[in-house]
Nanobody
């Protein structure tokens, strides 16, 4: 059973920063074999691609709404992916999810649609006050 667990969400004022973590915990889940993606979903809205990072971290793709403000990274030795969020805005308020998508070695693909991802975390709430 693959389990992804997000942490680091909370309440922050506009202009502030948060760092989300996504940890994988299972003996059968080889973290380094998966592209890690971040999505978010605000009430009444569709799930939105925030960004993703390839298996070794060689390529990072960011959604248009967060480019220049959010940074994605990973530490395969710790089975953990990160989403650093700076210059937060009230419109960034949402539940943030991490997800894992198996990709073969040397693949540079970062899927941007939720259906491409195989495993999901439970989500963590981020609220940005104005």
């Amino acid at each position: 059973q693959v389990q992804l667990v997000e942490s680091g969400g909370g309440l922050v004022q506009a202009g502030g920063s948060l760092r989300l973590s996504c940890s994988a915990s299972t003996r059968t889940f080889t973290f380094g074999n998966f592209v890690m993606g971040w999505f978010r979903q605000a009430p009444g809205k569709e799930r939105e691609f925030v960004g993703g990072i390839t298996r070794t971290g060689g390529r990072v793709l960011s959604g248009d709404s967060v480019k220049g403000r959010f940074t994605i990274s990973r530490d395969n030795a710790k089975n953990t992916a990160y989403l650093q969020m700076n210059s937060l805005k009230p419109e960034d308020t949402a539940v943030y999810y991490c997800a894992a998508d198996y990709q073969p070695p040397l693949s540079g693909i970062v899927a941007t649609t939720a259906r491409e991802y195989d495993y999901w975390g439970q989500g963590t709430q981020v609220t940005v006050s104005s």
